[in-house]
Structure formats: structure tokens, C-alpha cells
Nanobody, 125 residues
């Protein structure tokens, strides 16, 4: 079993930045895909970004490409999401997710086995 815990959410004005972090604990693992999803009120949970270890390959949703950057520290089993040039439409609860049975980087919620409880990000105009 793996526990994921997010931190770093908050409120910011449009154009500002936030950094989200997620740490995994529990069973050990050496290869993984860790990702971020978000869910706005009344909307489905959507893929934001993910990173694969080893290789450190990344994948982003078109809506955040060029503004968000995902990174991972394999030794600490953490994943971070640096969010710049934030827009009001980025407002959502952001969830960290872990896929240990991957073949490629997934963008669908069902491909991830473990989830954090989420952290709120609010961007005001």
C-alpha cells in the first residue's frame, strides 16, 4: 500500500505562481509514473501532468503546457508541480496520483492506483 500526501495549495492572483508537492510513503518501488490531476466544481477530474521514473520523461495537458513544470526526486519519492502564469481557469482541487503498473505515461484516472486527498488551488482575477 502507498500513501500520497499533497501540500502547497493556496490562493493567488492571476499571473502568480504556486508550487505543489506530493510525497509517497509505504511500500517501496523503483519505477513509477507520478502525476497530477485536477477537478473543478461540477467538472470531471482531468489530467494535468505526469512524469515517469526512470527516464524522467514528462507529459502535459495542452492547457498547462509552457506554464507548468513537473519534476520528481526518486530518492525522496516526491513529485512537484511548479505552476506559473496561473489563470482563474486553473482553479481546482489538485490531486497527486501514482501508477506502478505502467507501460506508458497515462492520462486517464483509471490508470493510476493510488491517489492523494487533494489540495485546493484558487486563482483570482
Amino acid at each position: 500500500q502507498v500513501h500520497l500526501e499533497e501540500s502547497g495549495g493556496g490562493s493567488v492572483q492571476a499571473g502568480g505562481s504556486l508550487r505543489l508537492s506530493c510525497v509517497a510513503s509505504g511500500r517501496t518501488f523503483s519505477s513509477y509514473v507520478m502525476g497530477w490531476f485536477r477537478q473543478a466544481p461540477g467538472k470531471a477530474r482531468e489530467f494535468v501532468a505526469a512524469i515517469r521514473w526512470p527516464r524522467s520523461s514528462t507529459y502535459y495537458a495542452d492547457s498547462v503546457k509552457g506554464r507548468f513544470a513537473i519534476s520528481t526526486d526518486n530518492a525522496k519519492k516526491t513529485v512537484a508541480l511548479q505552476m506559473n502564469s496561473l489563470k482563474p481557469e486553473d482553479t481546482a482541487v489538485y490531486y497527486c496520483a501514482l501508477d506502478l503498473n505502467f507501460s506508458v505515461i497515462g492520462t486517464v484516472t483509471g490508470e493510476y492506483e493510488y491517489w492523494g486527498q487533494g489540495t485546493q488551488v484558487t486563482v483570482s482575477s
